[in-house]
């Protein structure tokens, strides 16, 4: 069984900086796809970074400013968040998949989180 339990999130103003952490039990993120989603009241969760033995990938609006990482040794991925937005403003969650190739569909990843709050205030 693979638990993973996120940490860091909070509150910031915009263009500051938050780094989140997701450590994980059972498993490490040495294989498989590891991601990061978010989901902002009353909107739908979506995509923000994944990596895999590839590489990273991120959707369009947070590239150049948040950057997703991993130490397996430690088996925790971080997620750097730089310049924050008040439009970053969501619930974030870590998940996991087995998949090398799951991408950025929410259900390809078979593991989550409970999810952590950023809040960016303008």
């Known amino acids: 069984q693979v638990q993973l339990v996120e940490s860091g999130g909070g509150l910031v103003q915009a263009g500051g900086s938050l780094r989140l952490s997701c450590a994980a039990s059972?498993?490490?993120?040495?294989?498989?796809?590891a991601g990061w989603f978010r989901q902002a009241p009353g909107k739908e969760r979506e995509f923000v970074a994944g990596?895999?033995?590839?590489?990273?990938y991120y959707v369009d609006s947070v590239k150049g400013r948040f950057t997703i990482s991993r130490d397996n040794p430690k088996k925790t991925m971080y997620l750097q968040m730089e310049r924050l937005m008040p439009e970053d403003t969501a619930v974030y969650y870590c998940?996991?998949?087995?998949?090398?190739?799951?991408?950025?569909?929410?259900?390809?990843?078979?593991?989550w989180g409970q999810g952590t709050q950023v809040t960016v205030s303008s």
């Open positions: 998940a996991a998949a087995m998949d090398a190739r799951a991408g950025v569909r929410a259900d390809n990843y078979a593991y």
């Open positions: 059972g498993r490490t993120f040495s294989s498989g796809t």
């Open positions: 990596v895999n033995e590839i590489g990273d």
